[in-house]
């Protein structure tokens, strides 16, 4: 308990040293934009338009709230691709500064994971209009949205400080996990309705998917329905999970960073 308190304790002192890494993120991101922020809003409208005119013809859905349901999984797949993919460079993109100053190494990671949140919270802005134009009406279930969010928080830190371990000493880990997030995006029943797999013999792949969980629960609470318990238990044991081993490895790796970086 003790050294549970000294370590909040020095995270807390670091707070100000975080907060500038998060600014300096979002900054660096929107370089040379002239849209800036304006494109977390405009960009998963124009994907969600495309998506719901390509797979609502395909699959022949013609019900209003299918931009909802797309939009919906798009966003959070889109933050944990985005965020995870950062916080796997985080290392090798500040090397500069670890050879010349002290910083502890896990605030870029938490910090690329951070600042993608922030605009990922601020990208679930475009939901309300859709959830308007789907006829969606509000719902107490709505402020439920915050477990899921923050599961998912947990969840991309953890796979984050492993992604920025490995990726130090193996630098193809990068294009590799292109690859999985391609597999992970397929499986996350984003722009498709996820019944008539749960109802084959591959439920497997919608079961046994994290990420999945997470946008499924998401997703109930925006539709006014209730949590799917054994999903939500799911992901919150797998993200405790994931940040108990990236924990782990990371402390026991980044006295070597700096001899790969």
């Known amino acids: ?66 931009p909802l349901y797309i939009l919906c999984g798009r966003l959070l797949y889109s933050y944990f691709s985005q965020a995870t993919k950062a916080a796997a460079k985080s290392i090798r993109t500040n090397s500069g500064m670890i050879k010349k100053v002290y910083v502890p190494k896990y605030l870029y990671p938490l910090s690329s994971v951070l600042y993608n949140y922030i605009i990922f919270l601020i990208s ?78 591959y439920d497997w792949i919608l079961n046994y998917n994290p990420l999945y969980g997470v946008i499924a629960n998401f997703r109930n609470l925006m539709f006014g329905d209730p949590f799917e318990w054994n999903r939500l238990i799911y992901s919150v044991l797998f993200s405790v999970a994931v940040l108990l081993i990236g924990n782990i490895v990371f402390y026991k790796k980044q006295d070597k960073f700096i001899l790969h970086i």
């Open 1 to 66: 308990m003790k050294a549970m308190i000294k370590s909040f304790k020095l995270f807390w002192s670091r707070r100000h040293l975080l907060a500038e890494l998060v600014r300096k993120g979002i900054k660096l991101k929107y370089r040379r934009s002239y849209l800036g922020i304006v494109w977390s809003l405009l960009e998963p409208i124009l994907t969600t338009i495309v998506l719901t005119i390509v797979f609502g013809t395909l699959l022949g859905r013609k019900d209003r709230s299918f």
């Open 124 to 201: 679930l802005l475009v939901l309300f209009p859709l959830g308007i134009y789907g006829k969606v009406g509000l719902s107490l279930r709505m402020a439920g949205i915050v477990i899921p969010l923050f599961v998912l928080l947990c969840m991309t830190y953890g796979v984050g400080l492993i992604l920025a371990t490995v990726n130090v000493f193996f630098r193809d880990m990068e294009y590799i996990w292109d690859v999985v997030l391609m597999i992970i995006m397929y499986t996350c029943a984003i722009f498709y309705d996820p019944e008539k797999l749960l109802k084959s013999g």
